[in-house]
């Protein structure tokens, strides 16, 4: 995965540093408390667990007889029918964002190959990329999501609580923050260079090239391979996003009788460890992730 973490891990480093000395002799001393009472302590929390996860599974299980035979109908109704229109909207412009983006990346480390012979001067070089991910430097790949904008705003008739701008304008940040952590992993690679080979890379013009070249195919490759994830979890989220808030609102008052009685399965003593809601809302949820997928998966 790409990454731009040099500087914060640079911070948590010291910020580690700092903590430890502080605490390190409460920690040390309550690490003896901890070893003297964990044999007393585990047998207790398996007592516990052990009910407490059997408990959920039968809750789930009941959960899943009871509701699937009224969600799945409005899921065809309501949801499957718009899902592929959906796509249709937001899957072109995703490709042709990502393909302008390679472009560029491309077209920006071709320019640094240019500016430096060597790798003398490297500085100036990296000042440039640097500005890569800039908003207006950016614009031709992010520009291709606007398109998305009118379709997105149509689905508002079925889904009034879409907000097509908001979910443009995150991707398009996304998008940004990937250029950057691209260009900063090509710089990381050249510095690696030159810290284990300097005198050559920066005498020959060849060796310099070939380590500009290799970097630039190997950080390349990840940037697609990042993207062709992040553009499913563009879709995915887009497709919640949508389609989630109207679902729930007719789901859960139709599943209301059903997931009333379950509360009495559960003995006082783990109410405060079992929520039938949110136990409901993972279950919707994974259902729409999964009509989602499937729906992707075949476009």
């Not at 393909?99 to 491309?106: F, I, N, R, T």
């Not at 919640?240 to 808030?245: L, Q, T």
């Not at 379950?262 to 279950?283: A, G, H, S, T």
Request: with cysteine; glycine share 4%; net charge negative.
């Amino acid at each position: 995965m790409i990454v731009r973490n040099k500087i914060r891990n640079q911070a948590e480093k010291m910020i580690d540093t700092l903590v430890s000395a502080g605490v390190g002799p409460a920690w040390k001393a309550m690490e003896g408390v901890v070893k003297e009472l964990r044999p007393k302590i585990e047998p207790k929390i398996a007592e516990l667990a052990d009910p407490l996860g059997k408990l959920k599974g039968e809750i789930i299980d009941k959960m899943k007889n009871g509701v699937l035979s009224i969600i799945n109908p409005m899921l065809d109704e309501h949801v499957i029918p718009h899902l592929s229109k959906i796509v249709a909207i937001i899957k072109t412009p995703f490709y042709e964002c990502f393909d302008e983006c390679y472009k560029m990346y491309d077209h920006r480390i071709e320019d640094f190959k240019k500016e430096h012979a060597s790798l003398a001067e490297h500085a100036k070089g990296f000042k440039h990329l640097d500005h890569a991910a800039r908003y207006w430097n950016m614009y031709p790949a992010t520009n291709k999501l606007d398109v998305m904008y009118e379709p997105l705003w149509l689905l508002r008739e079925i889904f009034s609580e879409i907000r097509p701008w908001s979910l443009i304008w995150n991707a398009q940040d996304d998008v940004r923050g990937m250029m950057d952590n691209a260009m900063y992993t090509f710089e990381q690679g050249i510095e690696k260079g030159l810290e284990t080979d300097g005198e050559k890379l920066k005498a020959d013009a060849n060796a310099a090239a070939e380590l500009i070249e290799s970097s630039k195919t190997r950080v390349l490759e990840d940037y697609k391979s990042d993207a062709n994830i992040r553009m499913n979890q563009f879709y995915m989220t887009i497709m919640k996003a949508i389609v989630m808030p109207p679902f729930n609102a007719l789901v859960m008052p139709a599943c209301k009788a059903v997931l009333e009685p379950l509360n009495e399965m559960i003995p006082d003593p783990m109410k405060q460890f079992v929520d039938i809601l949110e136990m409901f809302d993972q279950l919707v949820n994974g259902i729409i992730e999964g009509a989602i997928q499937r729906v992707l998966d075949s476009a």
